[in-house]
């Protein structure tokens, strides 16, 4: 099974969350979900909690590169939410539903995330833009997943914002590069010789063989 990168995104609500609204730029954190799920979708499995606002954008670039979304993208929802589940749930049958805790929204979003974290082994983590949910999510990813790699999308403000950073190149470009294909594709160790295939099972096990070569001349 390819290896699994987490994702944990969402558009501050500024009545809910007004600080985090505040200083998100929800342009930038609309091109950072799409750029990596271009750079990864086809590649490598993605695993997150899915929100309403950043779902459909990863079915749209799903669609368009050509792959299957429902064996490459995982998601995660509690049953705590299940009156507000998108239709798209029911289409393509790649989520994973963790129980409530009877009464209790932090309880089921936590009961959630530890499932969420513990079913896969992750070799990196991206958090963009933001509210609380981010913090949480990344502390808990920190204590769960202690060998992956973490990657704070500074440049999207919100939550992600007071996120730490790497430092050196990789952390300046989280901060300040909008090229998010270009940060992704470096932050996460992607080649982009490497090749994209529509299910996982359909990929090789070793990197090298995933290269796109160009044919012999004959």
Known sequence: MPSAIFLSASVPDPKRSPKFAETA?????????????????????????????????????????????????????????????????????????????????????????????????????????????????YELFKRLQPDACVFSVASTGGAALGLPVPNGEIGRDLAANLDYVAVFHRSLGISVREERFRRPDEQPARTEDRFWRPSEKR
């Open 25 to 137: 730029d929800t342009v930038a954190i609309n091109a950072a979900v799409s750029a990596l799920v271009y750079v990864t979708l086809g590649r490598r499995l993605l695993v997150w909690g899915g929100h309403p606002a950043i779902t459909p954008m990863i079915c749209v670039v799903a669609e368009d590169i050509g792959v299957d979304y429902g064996s490459w993208v995982k998601l995660y929802q509690s049953l705590y939410f299940k009156d507000e589940f998108p239709e798209d749930n029911a289409r393509f049958q790649n989520v994973s539903y963790v129980d409530e805790v009877p009464g209790d929204r932090e309880g089921s979003l936590r009961r959630m995330r530890e499932k969420m974290f513990s079913d896969f082994k992750f070799s990196a983590a991206v958090f963009i833009g933001g509210m609380q949910g981010i913090i949480d999510e």
